[in-house]
Nanobody, 124 residues
């Protein structure tokens, strides 16, 4: 069982920035993709970003492209999500997820372990 612990959420004004972190207990961290998803009240969980095991390739949802950046530190078993230019519609609980494969995917079913989530609230 792999454990994931997110941190870094909070309340921020529109236009501001936050950096989320997610530390995992995965011993072979660099072999697996990592992803970030979010879920707003009354909505389904949606893909935000993912990164391949090596960290060389990233993918983003259109809604966050150009504003968010996913990265990872394989020596620290940690994945990050830098969020800039935050908007009120970014308000959600953000989850990091451990991919089933090196490349991962954009569907929740492509991930087999999840963090507990961290709340991000953007005030307008």
């Amino acid at each position: 069982q792999v454990q994931l612990v997110e941190s870094g959420g909070g309340l921020v004004q529109a236009g501001g920035s936050l950096r989320l972190s997610c530390v995992t207990s995965e011993r072979t961290f660099s072999m697996y993709a990592m992803g970030w998803f979010r879920q707003a009240p009354g909505k389904e969980r949606e893909f935000v970003a993912r990164i391949w095991g090596s960290g060389t390739t990233t993918f983003y949802a259109n809604s966050v492209k150009g504003r968010f950046a996913i990265s990872r530190d394989n020596a620290r078993n940690t994945v990050y999500l830098q969020m800039n230019g935050l908007k009120s519609e970014d308000t959600a609980v953000y989850y990091c997820a451990h991919g089933r494969t090196y490349n991962g995917g954009s569907a929740p079913s492509d991930y087999n372990y999840w963090g507990q989530g961290t709340q991000v609230t953007v005030s307008s």
